[in-house]
């Protein structure tokens, strides 16, 4: 009996018992490009969790708080830089990487928060530069990119029934506050990605929120459903929604999934290898 005859049966039998066919094994096929990017995880456990992801054509970026990591798309450590505490959600563009960073208090109703971008270079996470954005007044949690424009999101107080949105320039001088009618969401915005036309903001709490918006920031939907750990576009109609945990014993992990974007749901993760080329 050939290696070859075994590998076979064992692959048969392994399809039999998940009840599934053969193409759907690869669960953890490498990944050679963001458009057959299944599922990924960050390689190494963290301090602190997971905060935000952002992707280009070679690497995945990572935020767990106190930690940068850049990846290849199969979770591989390429760099990885300790950072202060709070790094928040970040997104890249034009061979650099900007994360949201407060150094103060979120969500005090008085404000209290230091808000800031921090500035990396995308080959060795080597610090460019940074810039205050003292508008984002509960705390600076996130960033995103569209149109020449960067947009942050952050905290929100308890009693607060809506959340915003902070537009700066190429040169982060202050545009404009938008404000999203949201309702109220657990400690304001999380993460924030423009993709597919749309404006996607994870929020925490239980459940967790999902909200999308226009590109002006109306409301298309509400969405019980968890990207408070990351979202970014996959170019191809797809997402990247960030996953992880924490343990005491062994620290943080993190990890990504593709998924479809969906009116009624906000988006459905991909189940299987093979559903990335549908």
């Given at each position: 009996m050939n290696n070859r005859f075994v590998l076979c049966m064992l692959t048969w039998l392994v399809a039999v018992h998940l009840d599934v066919s053969a193409e759907d094994l690869p669960h953890n096929s490498p990944s050679q490009s963001l458009d057959d990017l299944y599922q990924v995880e960050c390689e190494g456990t963290y301090s602190h969790h997971l905060q935000g992801i952002c992707a280009e054509?070679?690497?995945?970026?990572?935020?767990?708080?106190?930690?940068?990591?850049?990846?290849?798309?199969?979770?591989?450590?390429?760099?990885?830089?300790?950072?202060?505490?709070?790094?928040?959600?970040?997104?890249?563009?034009?061979?650099?990487?900007?994360?949201?960073?407060?150094?103060?208090?979120?969500?005090?109703?008085?404000?209290?928060?230091?808000?800031w971008i921090y500035v990396y270079d995308t080959d060795d996470l080597v610090e460019l530069e940074k810039h205050p954005c003292d508008e984002v007044f509960y705390g600076a949690g996130g960033v995103g990119f569209r149109d020449g424009r960067f947009y942050v999101v952050g905290g929100l107080p308890d009693q607060m029934s809506e959340n915003y949105v902070y537009e700066y320039d190429a040169n982060?001088?202050?545009?404009?506050?938008?404000?999203?009618?949201?309702?109220?969401?657990?400690?304001?915005?999380?993460?924030?990605?423009?993709?597919?036309?749309?404006?996607?903001?994870?929020?925490?709490?239980?459940?967790?929120?999902?909200?999308?918006?226009?590109?002006?920031?109306?409301?298309?939907?509400?969405?019980?459903?968890?990207?408070?750990?990351?979202?970014?576009?996959?170019?191809?109609?797809?997402?990247?929604?960030?996953?992880?945990?924490?343990?005491?014993?062994?620290?943080?992990?993190?990890?990504?999934?593709?998924?479809?974007?969906?009116e009624r749901t906000g988006f459905l993760l991909q189940e299987r290898y093979s559903e990335v080329k549908k």
């Open positions: 054509s070679s690497a995945i970026y990572w935020s767990f708080t106190t930690t940068l990591v850049k990846t290849d798309l199969n979770g591989k450590v390429i760099k990885k830089v300790p950072v202060a505490n709070h790094h928040g959600d970040l997104c890249v563009h034009e061979g650099k990487l900007f994360v949201a960073v407060n150094l103060g208090e979120f969500n005090h109703p008085e404000g209290n928060a230091d808000s982060f001088q202050f545009i404009k506050k938008h404000v999203i009618e949201s309702g109220h969401t657990h400690l304001g915005i999380q993460t924030a990605a423009f993709a597919h036309g749309r404006w996607w903001f994870g929020c925490y709490g239980s459940p967790a929120i999902l909200l999308v918006t226009d590109p002006d920031f109306q409301v298309l939907g509400r969405y019980e459903t968890n990207c408070s750990l990351g979202i970014a576009s996959l170019g191809d109609g797809r997402l990247l929604v960030g996953n992880g945990h924490c343990t005491k014993a062994s620290g943080c992990i993190g990890g990504a999934r593709a998924a479809k974007p969906n």
